[in-house]
């Protein structure tokens, strides 16, 4: 894979459109939430493609910046936090993203919406992270040091 700048910036930017619209659902009650279902599929689209960004990010520039191949979707961006491209603080809080795209994804039976209104209330602002810290190592990179 071949690392291209302008390749982060595409997907960085679509990542902050769906954080933009994922952050339009905040601050209802949970029972406002579990009442409205085409809410519901609204937020959890938007997890499935914010996740979809932060790994194809992370496989971007683990894969063609550092030549190294996460196991998983997980690992992808917990490897960010390793390899210092995002802060091991973030990379905790983000811990467990992959796995909740995987239940939106692959057990769409068993999904809790009081779940995703969880995420929907304390995990948009680690995105909002993740695409400014993201964004400060790119053009770290882009200067050369």
Same mark, same amino acid.
């Given at each position: ?6 390749? =982060? +910036? ?5 990542? /902050?459109?769906? %954080?933009? @619209? &994922? ?7 949970? $029972? ?33 910046? =550092? +030549? ?5 979707? /997980?690992?992808? %961006?917990? @490897? &960010? ?7 091991? $603080? ?47 190592? &790119? ?7």
């Amino acid at each position: 894979m071949v690392f291209k700048p302008e390749t =982060l +910036r595409e997907r960085l930017k679509r990542l /902050e459109e769906v %954080i933009g @619209r &994922l952050e339009r659902y905040r601050g209802q009650p949970l $029972e406002r939430f579990i009442a409205d279902v085409e809410r519901q599929w609204t937020v959890e689209r938007g997890f499935i493609l914010a996740a979809e960004c932060m790994v194809d990010i992370a496989a971007h520039i683990l894969g063609g910046r =550092l +030549r190294i191949q996460p196991a998983d979707q /997980e690992d992808a %961006i917990q @490897r &960010l936090g390793v390899e210092g491209i995002i802060s091991t $603080e973030l990379a905790g809080r983000l811990r467990g993203f992959g796995g909740f795209r995987n239940i939106l994804v692959h057990e769409y039976l068993r999904i809790d919406p009081a779940r995703v209104h969880e995420y929907l209330e304390t995990q948009t602002d680690s995105l909002r992270g993740f695409v400014a810290e993201v964004a400060i190592w &790119l053009e770290r990179e882009c200067r050369g040091g």
